[in-house]
């Protein structure tokens, strides 16, 4: 599901709302918990799954083509941990 696609089934499920303030809403809560990431910050939403990142170690890597040593820099990576809820309700159980 894109988040185009997001917006319109809650804008379906929620006459009562506007198109636009729906993507509003939704753009404000991806853009929150991408600040929350970017100040190193977790994120949990209870049933769903908790947001974190983590941190990958500089390393030297190969490049494939030539075969040469390169060195790889330190980088942060998201990281998403899914809740019980959820990975009940994927595999069905109740």
Not at 21 to 36: H, L, P, W, Y
Not at 64 to 76: D, I
Not at 81 to 89: A, M
Request: glycine share 6%; charged share 35%; proline share 3%.
């Amino acid at each position: 599901m894109t988040k185009s696609e997001l917006i319109l089934r809650l804008a379906e499920s929620n006459p009562h709302l506007y198109q636009r303030d729906v993507e509003r809403i939704v753009s404000t809560i991806f853009d929150e918990i991408s600040t929350a990431l970017a100040r190193g910050d977790r994120v949990e939403l209870r049933g769903f799954g908790a947001f974190s990142v983590k941190t990958r170690d500089a390393r030297t890597g190969r490049n494939p083509r030539t075969g040469e040593s390169v060195l790889v820099a330190k980088k942060f990576v998201p990281f998403f941990k899914s809740g019980k809820d959820l990975r009940d309700r994927l595999n069905d159980r109740k």
